[in-house]
Every structure is written in structure tokens, then in C-alpha cells.
């Protein structure tokens, strides 16, 4: 099996994961949008914020889509593993 495949697999899991964390939610809509919100705006902050830092996490689809499921604690994950 190639990597490729294994890797949109292991990526639709994930979402398919997050998508039922959030439909058992009691409110479904809040707990996305704020799910979305602060995993978006961590990443533009460690993009805007980490060169003063010294902490580099490159802009790119796959981080701007996982941060957008995951929500914030994926950019903590990928700045530790991408730093150090």
C-alpha cells in the first residue's frame, strides 16, 4: 500500500473522528466554530509571532487544514515536533 494512501486514510479517520466528537456535543455549532477559531488564529499567531521566538511552523494546506479540524492543540503538537 503506498504511503500516500495510508496517509488519506489516516486523514479522513481523523476527520471522521472530530465529526463525531462535534455532532455529540450539546451545542454542536458553538463548540465547532470555536474549535475552528482558535486553531486558526494560533497558527496565524505562531506565523505572525514565532520568528520573535525563534519558532518556525510553515504556512501550508495541511497545517491550515488540521489546525482548522484539530483546533489549537494540533499547532502546540506541530510547533514541538517542527521545533525540537
Same mark, same amino acid.
Given at each position: 500500500?503506498?504511503?500516500?494512501?495510508?496517509?488519506?486514510?489516516?486523514?479522513?479517520?481523523?476527520?471522521?473522528?472530530?465529526?463525531?466528537?462535534?455532532?455529540?456535543?450539546? @451545542?454542536?455549532?458553538?463548540?465547532?466554530?470555536?474549535? &475552528? %477559531?482558535?486553531?486558526?488564529?494560533? *497558527?496565524? !499567531? $505562531?506565523?505572525?509571532?514565532?520568528?520573535?521566538?525563534?519558532?518556525?511552523?510553515?504556512? @501550508?494546506?495541511?497545517?491550515?487544514?488540521?489546525?482548522? &479540524? %484539530?483546533?489549537?492543540?494540533?499547532? *502546540?503538537? !506541530? $510547533?514541538?515536533?517542527?521545533?525540537?
Amino acid at each position: 500500500m503506498k504511503s500516500e494512501y495510508i496517509f488519506f486514510i489516516a486523514c479522513a479517520v481523523i476527520v471522521i473522528i472530530m465529526a463525531v466528537y462535534y455532532l455529540r456535543r450539546k @451545542n454542536r455549532l458553538t463548540s465547532l466554530l470555536t474549535g &475552528v %477559531l482558535t486553531g486558526v488564529l494560533s *497558527l496565524g !499567531a $505562531v506565523n505572525m509571532l514565532g520568528e520573535y521566538a525563534g519558532i518556525y511552523l510553515p504556512l @501550508n494546506t495541511f497545517n491550515t487544514i488540521a489546525s482548522t &479540524v %484539530l483546533g489549537a492543540p494540533y499547532v *502546540l503538537v !506541530a $510547533v514541538i515536533l517542527y521545533n525540537f
